[in-house]
């Protein structure tokens, strides 16, 4: 039982360039989320999908896209990354979306020049 | 909207001193409210968490939080400090406004613990 697993673990961009986070579970989970890490700002919601078929904006979604691929699987994507997105991005999943707990993946570190 | 206000960036306390870490919400409906923890270079696991059962909450590793809605906080304490203590830690409430289905997070605490 791997929990949650994101890859790749560390990734450099230039300016413009594009890239998909992978990111899935093993705990038949029917949540997910995507969150970006920055010193001093907590954790910020990008966008979630609250069972397969749906997803919908969080807090900071600008810049970004998703795809819930099946149960398992929810990638985000850059497609034309700038600076102001390097960050640690996680990646979590829950049972359900309402009050359960969220079980957070390792993180991507991603640095964009 | 939701939202969590973590007091201090940073605390610092001796081993076998007392930890507290301090969160408050706002929420005009009583949330579910967790405490989480993150160790350097790794993602996020649950210490705890509030929902509208027994408002004393026991965690994980010897850490409990006691939720009070008349201050609308949701403070976290450890009797003793340990060295492996040392990481920081998040606040986060799920509330009505979002249908319970969005977490946010505070600014995080980083706790310092010295021999």
């Known amino acids: 039982n791997a929990g949650v697993t994101q890859t790749p673990k560390f990734q450099v961009l230039k300016t413009g360039q594009s890239m998909t986070l992978q990111c899935a579970q093993d705990?038949?989970?029917?949540?997910m989320y995507w969150y970006r890490q920055d010193p001093g700002m907590g954790l910020r919601l990008i966008y979630y999908?609250?069972?397969?078929?749906?997803?919908d904006k969080g807090e900071v979604p600008n810049g970004y896209n998703v795809s819930r691929l099946n149960k398992r699987e929810f990638s985000l994507r850059l497609e034309s990354a700038a600076p102001s997105q390097t960050s640690v991005y996680f990646c979590?999943?829950?049972?359900?979306?309402?009050?359960?707990?969220?079980?957070f993946g390792p993180g991507t570190r991603l640095l964009v020049l | 909207a939701q939202s969590v206000t973590q007091l201090g960036s940073h605390v610092s306390v001796s081993e076998g001193a007392l930890v507290l870490l301090r969160c408050n919400y706002s929420?005009?409906?009583?949330?579910?409210l967790f405490w989480y923890v993150q160790y350097p270079n790794q993602g996020l696991q649950l210490l705890l968490k509030?929902?509208?059962?027994?408002?004393l909450v026991k965690g994980i590793n010897g850490f409990e939080a006691e939720f009070k809605k008349s201050e609308t906080s949701f403070h976290l304490t450890k009797p003793s400090a340990h060295m492996s203590d040392a990481a920081e830690y998040f606040c986060?409430?799920?509330?009505?406004?979002?249908?319970?289905?969005?977490?946010?997070f505070g600014t995080g605490t980083r706790l310092l613990v010295s021999p």
């Open positions: 986060a409430v799920s509330g009505v406004n979002t249908g319970f289905q969005k977490l946010v």
């Open positions: 509030y929902t509208s059962a027994a408002t």
């Open positions: 999908s609250a069972s397969e078929g749906t997803t």
């Open positions: 979590a999943s829950s049972l359900h979306p309402s009050g359960e707990t969220q079980y």
């Open positions: 929420s005009s409906v009583p949330p579910y």
């Open positions: 705990m038949n989970h029917n949540s």
